[in-house]
């Protein structure tokens, strides 16, 4: 009985791998010369794509370095450092030492965007161009969020590749768009243009308020950065030594969402306490949620959300008997809205698996069969059927089933610039900024209410803002590296890492 067993797992496991083989093709002849390759990476970037290469070709072996385990080293030494003053060490650092150190990786991947510039400008990765040109490898069918925003942060040339990422549309309400009488968003629209459509659809039925939009989570303030980010500005310059925000383009993003607010367009944020009120005790699922719940006719929604939509418009979720379950109704997506007719910059991307060649690889050709594979049109219909997050291959990027959605609107669109915190970090010793920033939701908060105006708000938090970099700047001079303690706002201790909104 055992040997019947053990025979029927031998069966299926060598049914399994055939599977594998004619999924992705003939590779390597099995006696090629066997060959390691060495991946930087964290453990579970590494489970999910490195074994999928050594499957499908045979006479390579992948060895990680554990990217893991480096971090835990880099957290060890900050924490046992004794001199308050001395330089931190960073995330590039850790990058810059595995890159160059003797056992160098041959494939990198690159956790942390806001280091990939970095890396970039100190020459520590290959640049793929003449790779893609030699190949005559199709990036064709890359999606522009992907493709052009990496080549954005190599300064015009492609230094990496993403084979998943996130992006984020504008959700609407199809029902509640008929029921007014308004006529659908389309892609490419600006904010103006939606604000527009979103005045047309805020009203009030059976006591409740119904809104045009919602930006998505957080207050208004975090809404605001979000716009920020998609304009381009920073209130700090390269340097870090003069603070700019009393400006027209932070005076017009400021007031308006203060007017939207004013004029109930955009939804407040949930109030819990209110809602409890109202619905005597009742089970109410995703009530909170301003889209799901109809309170919404438009919100900002990343990609990944579709699922959780998915399953409640087509009754897939039960929490009992009792619960009231929101109204379903018909939706679509379009691009995220874009600041100026003709722009092509959409909102934040995030990318999942990106990765890059070390300058110093040992097996740069191998390590850019590796990138091409892991970036390739197999692997990406592959893995289109087991994932809910996008492709970088738009191709393979399907709906579920029976859904018909306009998918491009997620990946139309370049992607906005981050904010780079961690030069800030840097050269502060371990203070993120925002002990300024905090400053800047104060004043927000000040001229929102009207307790200030909104020039006179944002002349307040320039001349705050500019004292406290100031003083941020003395310290340097002062001690050769500002201390933790001696920062304006008391920021201190290691910097998180940033949470996707």
């Not at 990058?95 to 991947?109: K, S």
């Not at 307040?460 to 002062?478: A, P, R, S, V």
């Amino acid at each position: 009985m055992k040997r019947n067993k053990w025979f029927l797992i031998l069966a299926l496991l060598s049914m399994g791998m055939t599977l594998l083989t004619g999924c992705f093709g003939q590779t390597e002849p099995v006696n090629s010369q066997p060959k390691t390759l060495k991946v930087l990476a964290s453990e579970w970037v590494y489970r999910d794509f490195g074994q999928l290469f050594e499957i499908t070709h045979e006479n390579v072996t992948t060895e990680l370095i554990n990217m893991d385990q480096l971090y835990q080293k880099m957290y060890s030494q900050q924490q046992n450092m004794k001199d308050p003053n001395a330089k931190p060490i960073e995330p590039i650092d850790i990058y810059r030492e595995a890159l160059t150190g003797p056992n160098p990786p041959d494939v990198v991947y690159i956790d942390n965007v806001a280091i990939f510039p970095k890396l970039v400008e100190e020459g520590l990765l290959q640049p793929l161009d003449t790779y893609i040109q030699k190949e005559k490898y199709d990036t064709t069918g890359i999606a522009p969020a992907v493709i052009d925003g990496i080549k954005e942060m190599g300064n015009g040339t492609l230094y990496a590749l993403a084979p998943n990422f996130s992006a984020a549309a504008l959700f609407y309400n199809k029902t509640f768009f008929d029921k007014r009488g308004v006529e659908y968003p389309k892609d490419h629209m600006t904010w103006d243009q939606i604000f527009n459509l979103a005045r047309q659809l805020t009203y009030e039925e059976n006591g409740e308020k119904k809104y045009g939009l919602s930006m998505g989570y957080g207050d208004l303030y975090n809404q605001v950065q979000q716009f920020v980010s998609q304009s381009g500005l920073s209130p700090f310059d390269k340097d870090f030594k003069t603070f700019t925000v009393n400006t027209p383009e932070y005076e017009k993003i400021w007031s308006t969402f203060i007017d939207m607010q004013k004029q109930e367009v955009i939804a407040p944020p949930f109030n819990y306490e209110e809602q409890v009120k109202k619905n005597g005790g009742k089970m109410m699922p995703f009530v909170e949620h301003d889209f799901i719940s109809g309170r919404a006719a438009m919100m900002v929604m990343r990609y990944e959300e579709i699922r959780q939509l998915y399953d409640v418009m087509n009754g897939n979720m039960y929490f009992g008997p009792d619960a009231q379950m929101p109204e379903k109704f018909d939706w679509d997506v379009v691009t995220y809205p874009v600041m100026e007719e003709g722009s092509d910059i959409g909102g934040l991307v995030y990318y999942n698996g990106m990765m890059a060649i070390n300058a110093k690889a040992q097996e740069p050709d191998l390590a850019w069969e590796y990138v091409a594979f892991m970036n390739g049109d197999k692997v990406a219909k592959a893995r289109s059927q087991a994932s809910w997050q996008l492709s970088s291959r738009t191709e393979y990027n399907q709906p579920p089933a029976g859904l018909n959605i306009n998918m491009q609107a997620f990946t139309a669109l370049k992607p906005a610039p981050m904010q780079d915190d961690n030069a800030f970090y840097t050269k502060f010793n371990r203070l993120d900024p925002w002990s300024i920033y905090q400053v800047g939701q104060q004043e927000f908060e000040a001229a929102r209410t009207g307790q200030k105006t909104v020039q006179q708000a944002l002349a307040d938090y320039q001349k705050k803002g500019q004292e406290m970099l100031d003083n941020l700047n003395k310290g340097l001079m002062t001690n050769g590296q500002q201390s933790p303690q001696q920062s304006v706002g008391g920021a201190s201790g290691v910097r998180p890492m940033p949470v996707m909104p």
